[in-house]
Every structure is written in C-alpha cells, then in structure tokens.
C-alpha cells in the first residue's frame, strides 16, 4: 500500500494471466466458485465503506431523473428491494465481478487465476453479488440477453461451496431486478461510456424466461 501526497494506492507484484474471453458453461461455473470461494474467505474490509449497491448510494438522483431508461431502472430497485426486508446472509461482497476485473491463465482459460478490483467490496446481501456476476458472464452473444444456461451453472459452481439458503433461492430474482437498476443508475450517474439498456434488456430476458 503506498500513501502519499493525499494519493492511495495498492501496488502487487505483476499478476500472469489474461482476461477471459465470451463465457461458456464450464467457465460459468467456475466463475460462481470463485465468488462463493470470495464470500467464504473475506470476512472483513480493513476500511469498511458504502459502495454503489447500498441502498444510500442507489437512491441518490442521477441528473436525468425524467430520462425513460432512468424511470425503468427505478421500477426495478423498487420491485428488488423486498430482499432488503429478509435476513439474507450477509458479507463482504466484492461489488463488480465481471470479464474485465478476472485474469484467467494463458495456458487454461476456464481457470480463473485472479480477481481484481475490490473498490466497490462492502458489506450487502450475498446473493446480490451473485446477481451482479449472472448479469456480466449469463449473457448470450448479443450481450443483451440472459443465456438460462449459463445462468444456471453460476449458480452451480456458487452452491458447490457455498450452498443457497432457500430464501436466497427465492429472493435472486429481486437480487436480479435491484442490481440491474442500479447498473443503469449507475451509467447515468458516471456517464460510462456503456449502453444502460443492455441491463435493462437482460433483466427483461431473465423475468421472460419460463420458470
């Protein structure tokens, strides 16, 4: 960790590996035991903070409150938000799991050799993670919709070492509708150079999917 001149910043030693390129079933798993693996092992934050799936940090205005995509996003958190209301395991959370915060090895690239990027990790409601991950690596070629499939085997690899509670189970489809709120929330309050629909449409695919 170097400090200086008001400045932060954690310095490693080079990591070896490569971002992972479009997901397939068996990456998808081992990308759900990777995070459940995260969940188990970090069990506290040297500098605990709010990051942007807090609630505080998810209601504050965008400035484009009256922008259509905006009011979709806050239907959904609203529809998500009953999982706030259940005592869900909670823990540190890493916030942001997806392609571009994964290294995988050169020489194997379903195994994940690294993650990166822990300024978003808080303390949330596990299963939100869960959903943020299903949102980045459960797309289809398009990118804009949810592929069951691999959807499916996140989950799987998750439950491999950390098994769902049944209320967890039941309460992932809202973990689903307030994270994919809060991405769009969070492209409009950032102005990321990233198409908020695309969320949206992903959402839209998991609530179309039969059950």
Same mark, same amino acid.
């Given at each position: 960790?170097?400090?200086?001149?008001?400045?932060?910043?954690?310095?490693?030693?080079?990591?070896?590996?490569?971002?992972?390129?479009?997901?397939?079933?068996?990456?998808?798993?081992?990308?759900?035991?990777?995070?459940?693996?995260?969940?188990?092992?970090?069990?506290?934050?040297?500098?605990?903070?709010? @990051?942007?799936?807090?609630?505080?940090? %998810?209601?504050?205005? *965008?400035?484009? &409150?009256?922008?259509?995509?905006?009011? +979709?996003? $806050?239907r959904l958190v609203?529809?998500?938000?009953?999982?706030?209301?259940?005592?869900?395991?909670?823990?540190?959370?890493?916030?942001d799991l997806?392609?571009?915060?994964?290294?995988?090895?050169?020489?194997?690239?379903?195994?994940?050799?690294?993650?990166?990027?822990?300024?978003?990790?808080?303390?949330?409601?596990?299963?939100?993670?869960?959903?943020?991950?299903?949102?980045?690596?459960?797309?289809?070629?398009?990118?804009?919709?949810?592929?069951?499939?691999?959807?499916?085997? @996140?989950?799987?690899?998750?439950?491999? %070492?950390?098994?769902? *509670?049944?209320? &967890?189970?039941?309460?992932?489809?809202? +973990?689903? $509708?307030?994270?994919?709120?809060?991405?769009?929330?969070?492209?409009?309050?950032?102005?990321?150079?990233?198409?908020?629909?695309?969320?949206?449409?992903?959402?839209?695919?998991?609530?179309?999917?039969?059950?």
């Open positions: 960790m170097y400090e200086g001149d008001g400045l932060s910043a954690v310095v490693s030693p080079r990591l070896e590996g490569e971002h992972p390129a479009a997901a397939d079933e068996a990456f998808a798993v081992e990308v759900g035991r990777t995070l459940a693996t995260f969940h188990t092992a970090v069990t506290r934050l040297p500098h605990p903070r709010r @990051a942007w799936l807090d609630p505080t940090a %998810v209601d504050r205005p *965008t400035q484009s &409150e009256d922008d259509p995509v905006v009011r +979709a996003a $806050r609203a529809r998500g938000r009953a999982l706030f209301a259940r005592p869900l395991p909670r823990g540190i959370i890493h916030g997806w392609a571009a915060n994964m290294l995988v090895a050169r020489n194997d690239p379903r195994r994940i050799a690294a993650i990166l990027d822990l300024e978003e990790a808080e303390t949330n409601p596990l299963v939100l993670d869960l959903a943020r991950t299903m949102l980045s690596v459960g797309t289809d070629q398009s990118g804009r919709r949810l592929d069951g499939a691999l959807v499916a085997a @996140a989950a799987q690899g998750y439950s491999s %070492v950390r098994p769902l *509670t049944a209320d &967890e189970t039941r309460h992932l489809p809202h +973990a689903i $509708r307030y994270v994919g709120g809060a991405l769009v929330l969070w492209v409009k309050r950032t102005g990321a150079a990233i198409d908020p629909g695309v969320f949206l449409d992903r959402v839209e695919s998991a609530e179309s999917r039969p059950r």
